[in-house]
DNA sequence: TGATTGACTATGA
DNA sequence: TTCATAGCCAATC
């Protein structure tokens, strides 16, 4: 404690932060979380804040994925394919735990925020 | 306090 | 191109 100034959120936070802004039907990875948050060397972080993000509602963690558009993290959710699933409700499809169009559908946060 | 872990990524063979 | 390895760093044990 106390490394924080009073107005820094913690890490997780700021990572959750940009999570919930995903748009809807869209995906990112940990990296360009981790970028954006001046963090590049961190997206492990960001992984590990998604480990903590189930008791933040509210975190869209299933929009998500590791730089190559594969759910990695698709065994935390509860269920075998909860993941898969709750993109599938947003019209991302996904094939043997890799989203199609993944490149069209990559949401990078330093770039959709600074517009 | 120190070692280990991990929902990653970049790099080299 | 695919596979293996090294670096990363905050949280956990």
């Known amino acids: 404690m106390g490394k924080y100034s009073d107005d820094t959120i913690n890490f997780f936070d700021r990572v959750y932060e940009v999570v919930v802004l995903i748009p809807e039907g869209r995906v ?6 981790a ?3 001046g963090a590049s ?3 492990r972080m960001v992984g590990w804040a998604m ?39 947003e019209g991302v499809k996904v094939v043997e735990d890799k989203v199609e169009n993944f490149k069209q ?9 600074d517009q």
Do not use: C, Q
């Open 28 to 33: 990112t990875s940990y990296g360009a979380i």
């Open 35 to 37: 970028k954006s948050l």
């Open 41 to 43: 060397r961190s997206s």
């Open 51 to 89: 480990n903590a993000a189930h008791s933040r509602p509210g975190v869209p963690a299933h929009r998500v994925v590791n730089r190559i558009g594969m759910l990695t993290g698709k065994h935390h959710f509860p269920g075998t394919n909860m993941m898969e699933r709750l993109l599938n409700e």
């Open 105 to 113: 559908l990559f949401w990078d946060p330093s770039i959709e925020l």
